[in-house]
């Protein structure tokens, strides 16, 4: 089971909360030790969670986290809200779907740019979503 330290909070209700996860997550994967393409991929996650964040729910949370198991180390994203949640996760997690005008490639996107993503969403209670990254 892999352990996580040097957990960082980053409270997100605006696009400034925005930026300042992605950079919070920036530096915790400089120090893991990531290239600056698995950077750009990992800041683009944080990005699209935070924007959901401030989209849907108004106010959340993103946690980031160092992550350690055996030989290997990573980073955590955890991004939490207590909004409207999602009605249909599978529904939510198709290319091109919004409930919005958006283009509808957040949540999936996410999921491909990382390597383990969980999401766990109940409607009028809120939404968490974990991503992790491991150093390749």
Known sequence: M????????VPVTSDVDILAARQQGKTLAVEVGFSLSD???????????ARNIVTYAKKGEVELGLLGQGKERGIVV???DEGPG???IDLA?????SSTNSLGLG?????RLMDDFEIVSKPGRGT???????LR
Not at 39 to 49: G, H
Not at 93 to 97: I, L, R
């Open 107 to 111: 949540l999936p996107g996410a999921r």
């Open 78 to 80: 955890v991004a939490r």
């Open 128 to 134: 968490t979503v974990t991503m992790k990254k491991w």
């Open 2 to 9: 892999a352990s996580i330290t040097r957990k960082t909070l």
């Open 93 to 97: 997690m198709t290319d091109g779907y």
């Open 86 to 88: 999602i009605a249909d």
């Open 39 to 49: 950077l750009t991929l990992i800041m683009t996650a944080i990005s699209e969670l």
